[in-house]
Nanobody, 115 residues
Framework: QVQLVESGGGLVQAGGSLKLSCAAS????????MSWYRQAPGNQSVWVAT???????NYADSVKGRFTISTDNAKSTVYLQMNSLKPEDTAVYYC?????????WGQGTQVTVSS
């Protein structure tokens, strides 16, 4: 079964940057959208950003202007560039792909922002 694998998380000081990546372990055809979600301790998962198959990005208000979602030319990897990080960005970040009516989720990568 195809899985999504995230990488790039870690510990960073407030104001710093991290770049997350999410790639599929195999081929996924007909991808409609690639998204990032995050879940802070004790909270529900919340949507962060989505990029459509046409390359149009959308962002949650809390990250707009600081985070950038993108893909590689082959649309085999989705990235989340995170700048000006804040302690409230601390969470486990998950990627989600929607393809042919099916959702695929990654296992999550921890991002911790220290003040």
């Amino acid at each position: 079964q195809v899985q999504l694998v995230e990488s790039g998380g870690g510990l960073v000081q407030a104001g710093g940057s991290l770049k997350l990546s999410c790639a599929a372990s195999g081929s996924i055809f007909g991808v409609n959208a690639m998204s990032w979600y995050r879940q802070a301790p004790g909270n529900q998962s919340v949507w962060v950003a989505t990029i459509s198959s046409r390359g149009s990005p959308n962002y949650a208000d809390s990250v707009k202007g600081r985070f950038t979602i993108s893909t590689d030319n082959a649309k085999s990897t989705v990235y989340l560039q995170m700048n000006s990080l804040k302690p409230e960005d601390t969470a486990v970040y998950y990627c989600k792909w929607v393809a042919s009516g099916k959702s695929y989720w990654g296992q999550g990568t921890q991002v911790t922002v220290s003040s």
